[in-house]
């Protein structure tokens, strides 16, 4: 990452050299106290906005950012505000693919430059991409992976958690595979960061290719 990156505030605190960030929230309006500021702050200073979620929270994250301020219509059409869905993102094949959501995180940072945007602000709702084995196991993989992609970028990528949908150890397996953190509103450095292979080693030690993901 380029050192001359300038912080970015977040959570009460500042995104500095890694920003690749887990967010748990258990309810909307905990989460839109803490991701509000920091699109708007985006938007108002002509960074990019781009955000992936489920299909029927579309309308009401766009109704939360017209009730903060934002001109939803103007910066959709100029495509400084772009709202995706998991089917056409990190679910696109049918399933969640490590691979091809990693060339999808790069396209979308490139794309942000191409636009003449001097930075992406990415948010991704990742709660439907793990239902099974394979897509657990491939999921923490892609996490580990990405830690490698993103500092080659200032860009910040956010992937959000709603807590009501996770067991309490496969939020620890989310959260082991983020540098940084946001609980209760807060950004965190993460002390339970762990080495990308041990971590990796780890998970397909504890669970068979017949069976259901575990944390």
């Known amino acids: 990452m380029n050192s001359t990156a300038e912080p970015i505030p977040f959570g009460r605190s500042m995104l500095r050299e890694h920003r690749h960030v887990c967010a748990f929230f258990s309810s909307a309006v905990e989460e839109y106290d803490a991701l509000l500021p920091f699109i708007c702050d985006g938007i108002n200073c002509g960074q990019r906005a781009y955000?992936?979620?489920?299909s029927q929270h579309r309308e009401d994250h766009l109704n939360w950012l017209r009730n903060a301020g934002v001109d939803v219509e103007k910066t959709m059409k100029s495509r400084q505000l772009e709202?995706?869905?998991?089917e056409d993102t990190y679910?696109?094949?049918g399933r969640f693919d490590k691979d091809a959501m990693l060339v999808l995180i790069r396209d979308a940072l490139k794309a942000g430059a191409g636009l003449g945007f001097p930075l992406t602000r990415m948010i991704a709702h990742a709660e439907m991409a793990v239902d099974d084995w394979k897509s657990g196991i491939e999921w923490a993989e892609y996490e580990m992976r990405l830690n490698s992609v993103l500092p080659n970028y200032?860009?910040?990528?956010i992937c959000t958690f709603d807590v009501n949908l996770l067991t309490a150890p496969h939020a620890v397996d989310i959260l082991r595979?983020?540098?940084m953190v946001i609980i209760g509103g807060v950004l965190i450095e993460n002390s339970f960061f762990t080495s990308p292979q041990d971590?990796?080693?780890e998970v397909r030690s504890?669970?068979?290719p017949s069976q259901s993901y575990r944390a």
């Open 177 to 179: 595979t983020h540098p």
């Open 206 to 208: 504890r669970t068979g």
């Open 91 to 93: 679910l696109k094949t």
């Open 51 to 54: 955000h992936v979620l489920p």
């Open 199 to 201: 971590f990796i080693r």
């Open 154 to 157: 200032d860009d910040p990528v």
């Open 83 to 86: 709202v995706a869905l998991p």
